[in-house]
């Protein structure tokens, strides 16, 4: 009880400020997601400027797609499926079939796509950096003779023995 009236108060609060500074708020935009595995009061109703907040099982802020369980899963899913048409126009469109010129523009247009913001949601499981290199790896068998893109480092290998060896010795740590 004591996180939902300090949620209450943080919302009132929050409120309170932007009243005198004469900020508006987009009570339409404004939402509220309840994170974590907490189990006190699910059907909490929270109110911002007299009108009830949505309660929502998923939310974008800032282009990330954030989940109730932060597993980031619907983001991802996102972001291949954007990455997968990107890199398939650039196949289409490209009427050069320089593989330096693709991969140029791969690297150029598709990469910062599956890359914007992954320190906070970077993949955790197996499967979701598969997704995230199928990207790349569907791409790189769309070249002409080219099955493995030089230059271009996959997530799953993206640590050699000598920079995990490199990283121990850095921070100290212990095998």
Not at 64 to 78: L, Q, T
Not at 82 to 93: E, G, Q, S, T
Request: aromatic fraction near 8%.
């Amino acid at each position: 009880m004591l996180i939902l009236t300090n949620s209450k108060m943080g919302i009132d609060r929050s409120s309170a400020w932007t009243d005198t500074r004469q900020l508006t708020l987009a009570v339409e935009k404004t939402m509220h997601l309840r994170v974590g595995l907490c189990k006190s009061s699910p059907d909490a109703q929270y109110y911002l400027n007299g009108s009830t907040l949505r309660t929502v099982d998923e939310v974008r802020d800032l282009g990330i797609f954030v989940d109730a369980n932060m597993s980031f899963k619907a983001h991802i899913n996102v972001i291949v499926a954007k990455a997968h048409l990107r890199a398939n126009r650039i196949i289409c469109c490209f009427l050069s079939r320089d593989i330096e010129s693709l991969t140029r523009a791969f690297v150029t247009y598709v990469r910062p796509l599956v890359e914007y913001c992954s320190q906070v949601w970077s993949p955790c499981t197996i499967g979701q950096i598969k997704r995230l290199e199928s990207v790349q790896t569907v791409f790189t068998k769309k070249l002409p003779g080219m099955f493995q893109m030089n230059g271009i480092k996959p997530l799953l290998r993206l640590y050699t023995k000598k920079d995990l060896v490199r990283i121990v010795l850095i921070t100290g740590l212990s095998l």
